[in-house]
């Protein structure tokens, strides 16, 4: 006789778009992303100079500036992945965009090199902050924090 286990859907993965010190959204120093605002998400403290794809979607919005990139995914998700805080001032400056927006991405692809100390010497933070804008359309994703992530290895979320 045959059983059958009920296969359980895995959910999407989020891996980490920068490698550093994961913190809980709430522990950002701008209470437009801390209070949720914006949305729900994390933040990580960058011990490198780029950003990757957390996950496969498209490009669906890059600032002039360089310092901030939407994602859209195949199931609808609406990620904002934002490189450090008050830095639009920069206009731009220290930051390289690699992926145009309606560009389809890979988790891993390149999108955004930004150089950490420019943006610390400019006395700004450089904690990269991911939001997940529309949440209340995924009531059951899961963000993870309070560890140390390697680039597009370690689990930040799950959709």
Do not use: W
Not at 66 to 76: E, F, P, Q, V
Not at 110 to 119: A, C, G, H, N, Y
């Amino acid at each position: 006789m045959v059983f059958f286990k009920k296969r359980q859907k895995k959910g999407l993965e989020l891996k980490a778009y920068v490698s550093g010190k994961v913190i809980p959204i709430t522990q950002v120093a701008d209470p437009v992303f801390s209070s949720g605002a914006l949305g729900d998400g994390i933040a990580i403290r960058p011990e490198e100079d780029l950003i990757t794809a957390p996950c496969d979607g498209e490009v669906s919005m890059v600032a002039d500036t360089g310092h901030a990139m939407g994602i859209t995914l195949d199931n609808g998700a609406q990620l904002i992945i934002h490189i450090g805080l008050d830095t639009v001032e920069m206009n731009g400056k220290g930051f390289e965009v690699l992926a145009a927006q309606g560009t389809k991405v890979k988790q891993g692809m390149p999108l955004v090199k930004f150089d950490r100390k420019l943006i610390e010497e400019n006395g700004f933070l450089a904690d990269c902050i991911l939001v997940m804008v529309n949440r209340d359309q995924f009531p059951d994703v899961r963000f993870i924090s309070g560890m140390d992530a390697e680039r597009n290895e370690t689990v930040i979320a799950v959709i």
